[in-house]
């Protein structure tokens, strides 16, 4: 416990406390535990006990009903927000998402049997600083193994999201896939058609925000999930994906959603959408793909074409896609040096004409204010129009001839 940061341990052992009193023996459990047994930072504190949903409204007096079907609610105390899930087995996963039917139980060896992986089953008691370890995840994770809780093909069968768990877990943790593990997850990779959209973003994105995610990736290629979610499958741009990521960040990260999926899915844009992307990210992703073809093109272009490009969506992402396939050269990294340099200020300058000016030079309001008002725009960028005393008289001047 005394490898948990400070706020969290204080919480984590205060709701521990008062379920204690309510003769309920709390434990932690899930990720972490298993970071704390490999070393690393643990980011929250999942809690699970035999109280129920009726009991945890019972004894603390903030809560949010996350999942009270399934037995999990959210705790806010110390000032942290914790996780309690009441020890439970699980039946059926009939939508491939959640199970059919859950069944509270008395003890952490009975929720150990429905967690998905060995090194996610385990529990550290808070007060008592006591480590429990039902199914030998801690012996697999000192063998730097990556096994299944019972039988991996079923595991996967119910909920096919534990497919890319699988491959985020041993890439990120740095764990080699048990014997068989990849063919369960073969044999098992229909259970993903069941599986929405959104879901497989969100664990996309956990694969593309950690280290090792070139390698998550490559599992999910060996075993056929690619392929079955992104069907027809052309290969996965595994070295790009790797360039992308940041390994002198602290802590090493991966990628991010954005550019993973940029590179992910280049030669397959029509899946884009089959993960429900936000407008952001469908606009940024698009973006990227239209412009990292043409950067070479645009570097060469005028000063408003470049800036014009540098304002689209996408255009940063476009470069970092360009960089991890290595096609960028000595002109487009002008070009990203060129923009960086300009800053906001310079992408988006306040303009030397407005409507009014139009109107007070004896332009007839219609579609000639829009195009006269971009003509001046491009001017202004390319530096011919250096300030509004110029713009001015180059209004007067394009007033006379051009009414």
């Known amino acids: 416990m005394q490898e948990l940061s400070g706020s969290l341990r204080q ?48 004894v603390f007096e903030h809560t949010v009903p996350i999942g009270r079907p399934f037995g999990t609610m959210l705790i806010q105390i110390e ?59 801690f012996a697999d994770l000192e063998a730097r193994t990556l096994r299944c809780v019972g039988d991996a093909q079923q595991r996967f069968s119910e909920d096919g999201l534990r497919i890319l768990r699988m491959a985020r877990f041993a890439a990120a943790l740095e764990l080699e896939p048990a014997p068989g593990l990849l063919e369960a997850a073969s044999s098992a990779t229909r259970a993903l058609e069941g599986v929405a959209g959104e879901r497989v973003r969100d664990e996309l994105g956990k694969i593309f925000a950690r280290r090792n995610a070139a390698r998550a990736i490559e599992l999910l290629e060996d075993c056929g999930a690619l392929g079955k979610l992104f069907a027809p499958w052309q290969g996965a741009p595994l070295e790009a994906i790797e360039r992308a990521e940041a390994p002198d960040a602290q802590p090493p990260a991966g990628c991010g959603l954005e550019l993973g999926l940029a590179l992910l899915l280049r030669r397959h844009p029509e899946a884009l959408e089959s993960l429900r992307p936000s407008r952001e990210e469908r606009e940024s992703i698009t973006g990227c793909w239209r412009l990292a073809p043409a950067l070479s093109a645009l570097a060469h272009g005028s000063r408003a074409t470049r800036i014009h490009a540098a304002r689209s969506p996408g255009f940063e992402l476009a470069l970092r896609c360009t960089r991890a396939l290595a096609l960028s050269d000595a002109h487009i990294e002008a070009y990203a040096r060129e923009i960086e340099a300009l800053g ?14 139009l109107a007070q030079a004896g332009v007839p309001r219609g579609p000639a204010w829009g195009r006269i008002l971009r003509e001046a725009e491009a001017l202004q960028l390319d530096d011919v129009l250096p300030n509004r005393e110029a713009a001015l008289l180059w209004l007067a001047e394009r007033a006379r001839h051009n009414p």
């Open 79 to 137: 000032g942290e927000a914790l996780e309690h899930t009441t020890f439970r087995s699980d039946e059926g996963y009939t939508d491939r998402r959640r199970p059919d039917s859950v069944r509270f139980g008395e003890t952490p060896q009975e929720d150990a049997a429905r967690r998905d992986f060995t090194c996610n089953a385990l529990y550290l008691d808070p007060l008592r600083d006591e480590f429990l370890d039902p199914t030998g995840g």
């Open 11 to 58: 919480a984590a052992i205060a709701a521990a406390q008062r379920l204690e009193s309510a003769g309920c023996r709390t434990w932690l459990v899930g990720g972490s535990v298993r970071d704390l047994a490999l070393g690393l930072p643990a980011k929250d504190a999942d809690l699970t006990s035999r109280a129920t949903p009726e009991v945890i409204e019972r």
């Open 344 to 357: 906001p200020a310079g992408l988006h300058p306040t303009p030397l004409l407005h409507s009014e000016d």
